[in-house]
């Protein structure tokens, strides 16, 4: 299965809406897709995963890496996913100690910690 990137605003957030399988051939895009967003200039990232059927270690680790990055230059990183089997292998990981994970974008954005309010 392909790959589909879309990424749209939500007031100051970035939201990366990504559908299909991400795996070994598929996350380069991906990771290459974050960095893009980071390296223009996108600080609050929501990552999208409500289309994705499929999810394996290289995918997490392009999802590590865009949280690390973020880090590094004061940004924030969510993620949106609400489908049981991909939330199972964020628990497997630990990675839902990790990552903020989120039901909808609009939770993702009303729990970012430096959002005007929270």
């Not at 598929?26 to 980071?38: F, G, Q, S, Y």
């Not at 999802?63 to 949106?80: E, H, P, Y």
Request: proline share 5%.
């Amino acid at each position: 299965m392909e790959l589909s990137l879309a990424t749209h605003g939500e007031g100051e957030h970035t939201v990366l809406e990504v559908g299909g399988e991400v795996d070994v051939y598929t996350a380069p895009r991906l990771r290459e897709r974050l960095i893009e967003l980071i390296d223009g200039g996108a600080r609050k990232v929501v990552v999208d995963l409500g289309r994705v059927d499929f999810l394996d270690s290289t995918g997490l680790g392009v999802l590590v890496g865009a949280l690390k990055r973020l880090r590094s230059v004061g940004g924030t990183f969510a993620l949106v996913c609400d489908k049981e089997p991909l939330l199972k292998i964020f628990r497997i990981t630990a990675l839902d100690q990790v990552f903020p994970l989120h039901p909808t974008v609009a939770a993702a954005i009303a729990a970012d910690p430096s959002a005007p309010g929270a």
